[in-house]
T-cell receptor, first 113, second 114 residues
Framework: KAGVTQTPRYLIKTRGQQVTLSCSPI?????VSWYQQTPGQGLQFLFE???????NKGNFPGRFSGRQFSNSRSEMNVSTLELGDSALYLC????????????FGQGTRLTVV | AQSVTQPDIHITVSEGASLELRCNYS??????LFWYVQSPGQGLQLLLK??????LVQGIKGFEAEFKRSQSSFNLRKPSVHWSDAAEYFC????????????FGKGTLLTVNP
């Protein structure tokens, strides 16, 4: 069974640009959540999608957005990139909407210059 | 709001020694608790989970954790550490339902000396 796949693995962007990250969950999983990991703030919850609906959102500015498609694949978008957006972005999928373990992808390393 | 505290930022142990990583949580209801491990530049791998029932849970790679409600703790243990266990370890608590998310501690970096 394939795991959670995140693409691309690495990205370098310039301040002010926008970026789209992709996540393909484990087959059959309907919940996808996103996390930002930085050395200073650690792992922080961005948002969670279940059956194409955003059900929960973390404390991030509106520049961070996402969506989920009917096949459960998810994308997150960051507009008007800032240097502080440099981070490892992790996607996790789970089989149901909570109360089960989340499986993480390898992450996308975003560097903003 | 839920929170997780991992008091030890960095722990160094010798190979073959026992290990205990501490985790304290704050959560209003029955907690769902997890330990994850992360190698440099990699994603998170689930070591073990606690949902309910037996308070001593077994995980992969010889790890175990004990849930103590009275102490709001979920400490991770391993009787004999291997060099390959060197990594960063994260404790997490899950809030379920429509407010689903994982709240993580800041992590404990484990160094293993030969």
């Amino acid at each position: 069974k394939a795991g959670v796949t995140q693409t691309p693995r690495y990205l370098i962007k310039t301040r002010g640009q926008q970026v789209t990250l992709s996540c393909s969950p484990i087959s059959g999983h309907r919940s996808v959540s996103w996390y930002q990991q930085t050395p200073g703030q650690g792992l922080q919850f961005l948002f969670e999608y279940f059956s194409e609906t955003q059900r929960n959102k973390g404390n991030f500015p509106g520049r961070f957005s996402g969506r989920q498609f009917s096949n459960s694949r998810s994308e997150m978008n960051v507009s008007t990139l800032e240097l502080g957006d440099s981070a490892l972005y992790l996607c996790a999928s789970s089989g149901t909407a909570g109360n089960t373990e989340a499986f993480f992808g390898q992450g996308t390393r975003l560097t903003v210059v | 709001a839920q929170s997780v505290t991992q008091p030890d930022i960095h722990i160094t142990v010798s190979e073959g020694a026992s290990l205990e990583l501490r985790c304290n949580y704050s959560y209003g209801a029955t907690p769902y608790l997890f330990w994850y491990v992360q190698s440099p530049g990699q994603g998170l791998q689930l070591l073990l989970k606690y949902f309910s029932g037996d308070t001593l849970v077994q995980g992969i790679k010889g790890f175990e954790a004990e849930f103590k409600r009275s102490q709001s703790s979920f400490n991770l243990r391993k009787p004999s550490v291997h060099w390959s266990d060197a990594a960063e370890y994260f404790c997490a608590v899950e809030s379920g339902g429509s407010n689903y998310k994982l709240t993580f501690g800041k992590g404990t970096l484990l160094t293993v000396n030969p």
